[in-house]
């Protein structure tokens, strides 16, 4: 009677194992596609892409050039990457329009 117990338990368990995990789906960004965001809050304002930086985020001092270490593609030509309110954003050179924004949390990526 304690084994056949014993077996209902363990076989519970992992069902209840099973059931708890979620199914992953195929839509489900990977990769750094995952950080990608569509829109973000810097300086208590919301942007999105095609908006325009502020241009205090369009000065060198804010230009990262070690685009590589926080786990960031290389920019276009004519764009640079700067980081905004806990986001990493591409912007233009010669306008500041959003071309992309990641999440902060790329930096950890591996």
Partial sequence: MAKSKLLLLSVLMS????AYSAPQTASAPTGIQA?????FIADFTKFKIGDTAPSL??????TI???QLRNLPAPDAGTHWTYMGENYVLIGDADGK?????NGD???HR
């Fill in 57 to 62: 985020y369009q000065t060198p001092e804010y």
């Fill in 98 to 102: 959003i071309h992309k924004a990641y």
């Fill in 15 to 18: 069902l209840a194992g099973t």
């Fill in 106 to 108: 790329i930096f950890y």
């Fill in 35 to 39: 950080y990608e965001e569509q829109e």
């Fill in 65 to 67: 050039k070690q685009y």
